[in-house]
């Protein structure tokens, strides 16, 4: 059962999916919708979730779920991955590599492999002040405090000290 995003509280489990390339708006549009459908009929043993999904910077897809109401189960997160799956296989993207790390430049929201990313911390292109996205937040509340982040304040600032 789709929930506005803004209505779920802020326990709710989240999962962040980030894009290696940037959606256009007619994709993120179209993606915007399976999601509506998807959320709308996502269930974990036959009980329907409440769930939401947020789109962001035409890059991320972060979906929701009330675990207050009925918690997300492995067949249920099996499902939601597929759907993430078939994202993939109809945009020619990966949402799915953790090893890559997605920050802003200024405006710009870059994304990099993880070792791209360590190579600019050492050639200082990158600083501890970088915005960074922290995409291991757990929940609503940790998505609104923590996920745009210095560097310094992410499991990003590791880097920084070797």
Known sequence: MYIPFENLPGESRIWIYQSNRKFSDEEFSEIESDLKTFVEGW?????SLEASYELKYNRFIILAVNQDVQAATGCSIDSSVEFIQALEKKYNV???DKMNVT???GEHIAHKPLIDFKKMVKDKSVSENTIVFNNLVN????Y???WEV???DSWHSRFFKE
Not at 43 to 47: L, R
Not at 139 to 142: A, D, H, L, V, W
């Open 94 to 96: 990966d949402l799915l």
């Open 103 to 105: 920050f802003k430049l």
């Open 150 to 152: 210095p560097a310094a």
């Open 43 to 47: 269930a974990a043993h036959g009980t």
């Open 144 to 146: 609104n405090e923590s």
């Open 139 to 142: 929940n609503i509340e940790e």
